[in-house]
């Protein structure tokens, strides 16, 4: 039974950073590509970035240079730092894990990965 559980959303202002984690159970992350996509209210899901089958990240275009992946394979925690944060930022980000092996994802297949969690809520004003 795979269980991914966000945490680390809020509030901030316009300028501010924010950490999220998301904790995999149930599912070993060695070689396991992994992400975060988010979703913005009346609009389709968007990836945000991911790390392929041997790590390697990927962002998209709107992130790159604010946003960074990374993960704890002893922890089985997927961790996405976001700094410089801008309204158009806000939505709910969700993480998504994906057992197939892959090389060189893409930001927009994380929203298609098989598994995802509930989301966490950021807020950017």
């Known amino acids: 039974h795979v269980q991914l559980v966000e945490s680390g959303g809020g509030s901030v202002q316009a300028g501010g950073s924010l950490r999220l984690s998301c904790k995999a159970s149930?599912?070993?992350?060695?070689?396991?590509?992994m992400g975060w996509f988010r979703q913005a209210a009346g609009k389709e899901r968007e990836g945000v970035a991911g790390?392929?089958?041997?790590?390697?990240?990927t962002y998209a275009d709107s992130v790159r240079g604010r946003f960074t992946i990374s993960k704890d394979n002893d922890k089985k925690t997927l961790y996405l730092q976001m700094n410089n944060l801008q309204p158009e930022d806000t939505g709910v980000y969700y993480c998504?894990?994906?057992?197939?092996?892959?090389?060189?994802?893409?930001?927009?297949?994380?929203?298609?990965?098989?598994?995802r969690g509930q989301g966490t809520q950021v807020t950017v004003s």
């Open positions: 998504a894990i994906d057992g197939r092996y892959m090389k060189d994802i893409q930001p927009q297949d994380v929203p298609r990965f098989a598994y």
């Open positions: 149930g599912y070993t992350i060695t070689r396991h590509c």
């Open positions: 790390l392929d089958s041997d790590s390697s990240p």
